[in-house]
């Protein structure tokens, strides 16, 4: 039975797209069957693996087809031209689902709903998600087995955080009682810089060890270039430190799994 794994923060800019694009290619490399659900109305996650702004207009499904019930996941799904990755795409016009959601007696539960129909047929899903709490982001919280919490390591990265761990709390007590947060992964590392180093340890303090990943992502110039030539980093650059981090928090998603 495949898993399926959201990559949420409510803070924008914290690699949650970047960690959906590379986490998703690194487990197509390890030879599982991954499905990237993007319900992010940005699609940069879909621009991340070369569905360019183009390609986008000629899209005739998307995610936000597949939220709001109109088609079945299956018909919205494309093969992405790196190894076992799947791609249920967005496009701008998911950020009409917001409010259209709301008229739904079940408003949250529209992507578990569609998810559940095709988690068999993946290894996992990761869904990359939008800085917010609102009616599509809480789908995305509500489809999911488990959390994965990217965290840049700035003097004010744990704030907010407190609200998105009462939400999945929330979450857990009355929808998705299994829901897990696999953990917390620290992005743009750079150890060099003091402020980077001083809000880690804090953060260590502050949370139980295994609630941390050991892998962290450091900051890396060809990770950030990656998007632009609509390749994950396994690709663009193979040999890089990115590259190879995110190859390790790949495995290490599996044995959490
Ligand atoms: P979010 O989805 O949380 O808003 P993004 O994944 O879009 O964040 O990342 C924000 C910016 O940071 C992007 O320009 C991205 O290329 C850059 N970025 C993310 N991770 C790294 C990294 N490890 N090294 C360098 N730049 C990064
Ligand atoms: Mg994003």
Known sequence: ???????????????????????????????????????????????????RAVDKKKLELTSYDVIMGLARPHEAIIKTGFSNVWLLPATQELAEAEIRLLKFEQKTLQLRKALLQIKDEYDVIIVDTLPSLGVLALNTLSACDSIIVPMQCEPYSLEGVSELFATIKRI??????????????FTMVDTRLTVNRDVMRKIKREFPADALFSTEIPRNVKIAEAPSHGTPIAYYAPDSKGAEAYARLAKEVLKRI
Do not use: E, F
Request: aromatic share 2%; hydrophobic share 40%; proline share 2%.
């Open 172 to 185: 857990k007590k009355n929808v998705n009682k299994s829901l897990q947060i696999m953990g917390i992964v």
């Open 1 to 51: 039975m495949g898993k399926i794994i959201t990559i949420a923060n409510q803070k924008g800019g914290v690699a949650k797209t970047t960690t959906a694009i590379n986490l998703s290619a690194a487990l197509g490399q390890l030879g599982k069957r991954v499905l990237l659900a993007d319900l992010d109305p940005q699609g940069n996650a879909s621009s991340g693996y070369g569905i």
